[in-house]
């Protein structure tokens, strides 16, 4: 006879066979909200979302160009006068932001990178030219000088080593012209230490308080730049040159975390880790220890080896595009900068 204090037993069922404690076999099935597609979208923890890119472009000097990047199926470099037209292709799709990679003419290159400081160089036409036709999309331009320097390197050499403090001095330069032709956030790729500090202060002492940092806080000594470097023009000029003086080595994870600190205490708005997927555990880390606003950058190998298996038919293009970018998500970013950005936006919109 049940009483007060002691409740009836939940209702007897066949115990033949299993258990019936809580939280043991069969009685939690998680494959019920799996059953179904409604149920499976329902109980979905990471959704992709068209806020959630940011879409690297390529721009080259010219007319008329739309060129393909051999090293990079699907993705062109484009001449300025194209690029009212893909800033309003972006944002049609819905897109947030762009960033812009130039590709330089090899005889426009020099030792220390100049054009990057000169205002009216390529980027500071693309940036008019985006921001001319759409004033609401948002503009990324790296600080480095890769693009610009005839040994490839993302600063200046000084006795056979890439100078940190004359680097800087120069990307602080070029985040000014940059932040004067329109970009609304100067994102330093170069890995100097200190430069998010320096350009903060270069910034905010000429008026451009407002323009954002998204540093490239973590960014790896990768082999998965490789078709980038072709896009951009500097693979010939870095030739087998490392940039494992600056960029972090790829065993290390405590490190990342450090660089993280220090970029957030010297004022970066947004960090990055870079490359993504073989990084996925750095993006979970950072994320859980500094809450910030966080972006992986799933980098030109990364997009080109998706591109590559599914050109041989080895794997379907859109589901590996959809579950690499979710990965990058659910580790833990709040963005991606990807080049599938144009055709992940137009599946999100049409599903
Ligand atoms: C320049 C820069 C690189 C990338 C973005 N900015 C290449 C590099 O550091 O050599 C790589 C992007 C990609 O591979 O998609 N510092």
């Not at 078709?227 to 990342?256: H, V």
């Amino acid at each position: 006879m049940p009483n007060k204090k002691n409740p009836p037993a939940a209702p007897s069922v066949s115990t033949s066979g299993a258990s019936t404690a809580p939280g043991s076999f069969p009685s939690v099935r998680l494959r019920r909200n799996r059953r179904h597609d409604w149920s499976r979208r329902l109980v979905r923890e990471t959704n992709l979302s068209v806020n959630d890119l940011i879409w690297p472009i390529f721009v080259r000097a010219g007319t008329a160009l739309r060129e393909p990047v051999t090293e990079m199926p699907g993705v062109l470099r484009y001449s300025v006068d194209q690029l009212a037209a893909v800033a309003e292709e972006a944002v049609s799709l819905g897109i947030p932001a762009v960033a812009i990679f130039p590709f330089i003419e090899p005889a426009l290159k020099d030792s220390t990178g100049s054009l990057s400081i000169q205002a009216g160089n390529l980027v500071c036409q693309a940036i008019s030219a985006i921001k001319a036709a759409q004033p609401d999309l948002g503009v990324i331009c790296d600080a480095a000088l890769d693009p610009f320097t005839d040994h490839g390197h993302d600063g200046v050499i000084i006795d056979d080593y890439v100078a940190n403090d004359e680097s800087v001095e120069i990307l602080c330069q070029q985040s000014l012209v940059q932040a004067a032709a329109g970009c609304d956030v100067i994102a330093p790729s170069d890995m100097m230490d200190g430069r998010v500090a320096a350009i903060r202060r270069c910034l905010d002492e000429n008026g451009f308080t407002q323009v954002q940092i998204m540093a490239y806080a973590a960014k790896y000594a990768s082999c998965f730049y490789s078709p980038f470097r072709a896009a951009i023009g500097s693979t010939a000029m870095l030739g087998s040159a490392s940039k494992a003086t600056y960029q972090m080595d790829p065993g290390n994870s405590l490190e990342a975390l450090r660089e993280v600190e220090l970029d957030i205490a010297e004022g970066a708005d947004m960090i990055m880790v870079k490359p993504a997927m073989p990084y996925l555990d750095i993006i979970s880390r950072v994320k859980s220890q500094f809450g910030v606003p966080t972006f992986g950058y799933q980098v030109s190998g990364e997009y080109s080896m998706l591109q590559a298996a599914a050109g041989q038919g080895w794997l379907d293009i859109e589901r590996a595009m959809i579950e690499s970018l979710i990965s990058i998500k659910r580790a833990g970013a709040d963005g991606i900068l990807t080049y599938f950005a144009p055709t992940v936006a137009r599946r999100l919109s049409d599903s």
